[in-house]
């Protein structure tokens, strides 16, 4: 079963605005990590924030992790048209199991 | 190579018959991931090799499925008798070090089942 839930599940803003959008996991984590998808194909990574770290920037992105609420949150600024795509979280889990567990994504559009 | 292959981009067959799905990982990726990803829906997490490890298979859904590497170069997902409901698209990710370094994806598997 996944890991994650991004919420919210879709996501309309004008461009300029800022686009929040969360994640909440159920497990320890090693890590997590934010990715996004263009029109249903390959993912591609977007950050990744370890369990020790609280919040972490690139860009125009800021994601901030809670681990005692087991979620995190990705802050994209100033957005464009171009930022219009899935975003999705994935957890590296601290159990052992060797895999990265995806949530079901947020569909974010950037309306010029 | 320099990212991540996966071939066919397009897959349509017809229900009943078996399926070949191959991925090319980054040259040097120990960790190999399959998922399935359905229209609007999240990643489900298939299959993990890591390595000469044996692979986690926990998240196949049947034994219509199943999937090898040979040490760290190709893998292939296979589907036997394939039905409407397999229709997706499956994605192949590598990674350096299992879940504690980003996964690089290629662009997936069509695979439509009529």
């Known amino acids: 079963s996944q890991q994650g839930e991004e919420d919210p599940q879709a996501l309309s803003i004008q461009e300029g605005e800022n686009a929040t959008m969360n994640c909440s996991y159920k497990?320890?984590?090693?890590?997590l990590q934010w990715y996004r998808q263009n029109s249903g194909r390959g993912l591609v990574h977007l950050i990744l924030?370890?369990?020790?770290?609280r919040e972490k920037h690139s860009g125009r992105l800021r994601v901030t992790l809670d681990t005692s609420k087991k979620s995190s949150s990705l802050l994209i600024t100033a957005s464009r048209a171009a930022d219009t795509a899935s975003y999705f979280c994935?957890?590296?889990?601290?159990?052992?199991?060797?895999?990265?567990?995806f949530g079901t994504g947020t569909r974010l559009t950037v309306i010029p | 190579g320099a990212g991540v292959s996966q071939s066919p981009s397009n897959k349509v067959t017809e229900k009943g018959k078996d399926v070949e799905l191959r991925c090319d990982p980054i040259s040097g990726h120990t960790a190999l991931y399959w998922y399935r990803q359905r229209l609007g829906q999240g990643l489900e997490f298939l299959i993990y090799?890591?390595?000469?490890?044996?692979?986690?298979k926990s998240g196949l859904p049947s034994d219509r499925f199943s999937a090898e590497r040979t040490g760290e170069s190709v893998s292939t997902l296979t589907i036997q008798r394939t039905q409407q409901e397999d229709s997706a698209v499956y994605l192949c990710a590598s990674s350096l070090l299992t879940g504690r370094t980003e996964a690089f994806f290629g662009q997936g598997t069509r695979l439509t089942v009529v």
């Open positions: 497990t320890s984590i090693n890590n």
């Open positions: 994935a957890t590296d889990q601290a159990t052992g199991a060797n895999n990265l567990f």
């Open positions: 924030i370890r369990s020790n770290e």
């Open positions: 090799f890591q390595g000469n490890s044996a692979p986690d």
